[in-house]
């Protein structure tokens, strides 16, 4: 499972709904209960705003996902009360 597979696990376990964007490098999501798009790039680099060009990163809070965990939702959890409440928009 590459690192790409893994973060978009956790992104749809999230409930997050793909949106269209012009981008070809990522996938666009939208988070209807923080009212916050993600990206999730080619292999696997996710971020975090309005705009892909002012996005912020957060690759680094997926470091530790592992291809056969079984605690994705709890991850998911752990990272999205981390970091959108703190984050700037």
């Known amino acids: 499972m590459t690192r790409r597979e893994r973060v978009l696990m956790v992104v749809v376990a999230g409930?997050?709904?793909r949106v269209g964007t012009t981008s070809r490098k990522y996938l666009k999501?939208?988070?209807s209960v923080s009212d916050h798009y993600?990206?999730?790039g080619?292999?696997?680099a996710l971020r975090r705003g309005a705009t892909l060009r002012e996005s912020i990163s957060f690759t680094y809070a997926f470091?530790?996902?592992k291809p056969k965990t079984s605690i994705i939702r709890?991850?998911?959890a752990k990272f999205?009360?981390?970091f959108?409440?703190?984050?700037?928009a």
């Open 80 to 82: 999205f009360i981390k």
């Open 38 to 40: 993600f990206y999730v």
């Open 29 to 31: 999501y939208y988070d």
């Open 15 to 17: 409930n997050m709904v």
């Open 63 to 65: 470091d530790e996902i």
């Open 42 to 44: 080619k292999h696997g």
């Open 84 to 88: 959108t409440r703190f984050a700037p």
């Open 74 to 76: 709890r991850l998911w």
